[in-house]
């Protein structure tokens, strides 16, 4: 008997908005105060997630920023210069990239030439297959509980485009703010 009181006083209770920072939430766009809350926590789990991923494939010393400049570099089998890894990835310091790169490397599942002055990365083939076995445990342990789910992936690809498109909104402001 309890239990229905307190699902039904949880039912009773306003529905309000799920902030990190109630001090930012006013009543002007609070919803934007609801989604960074939503982002960090996203942001977070994703990054354990890829540390773990990547954790079980032998590499246990990488963080996030490494896994992604492997997937980066990966990605279409291209070569890609520093600046391109930067832009693609919308990171400011290039020396964070810079030291993933180099560590990649010495791990082998990055090389790079030098045309001119300019230097190109392509994955290995050990970098090649890092990123196959990657692809299988996100497969096992990410896709596959995902379709288990009443997941709705066109919602999911549309939230996509509008943090895309939100992206761009904290861009313009942080222009803003650093001319402040």
């Given at each position: 008997m309890a239990k229905k009181t307190i699902s039904h006083q949880a039912a009773s209770l306003p529905q309000l908005p799920i902030v990190s920072s109630a001090h930012l939430a006013q009543e002007k766009c609070w919803q934007l105060s609801e989604m960074e809350?939503?982002?960090?926590?996203?942001?977070n789990a994703f990054s354990r997630w890829m540390v773990h991923c990547i954790a079980s494939l032998g590499y246990k010393d990488f963080n996030p920023l490494d896994v992604l400049v492997l997937h980066n570099v990966n990605h279409r089998t291209r070569e890609k210069r520093l600046a391109d890894i930067v832009f693609t990835l919308n990171i400011d310091d290039n020396h964070t990239v810079n030291y993933s790169l180099k560590k990649l490397m010495k791990n082998e599942l990055v090389e790079s030439r030098k045309v001119g002055k300019e230097m190109f990365y392509q994955t290995t083939p050990k970098g090649q297959d890092v990123c196959e076995k990657y692809r299988e445990v996100r497969n096992a342990c990410l896709i596959d509980?995902?379709?288990?789910t009443d997941q709705n992936f066109n919602e999911i690809s549309h939230c996509a485009l509008i943090l895309r498109s939100l992206s761009g909104?904290?861009?313009q402001a942080s222009r803003a703010a650093s001319s402040l």
């Open positions: 809350y939503a982002m960090t926590m996203v942001y509980a995902a379709g288990a909104l904290y861009d």
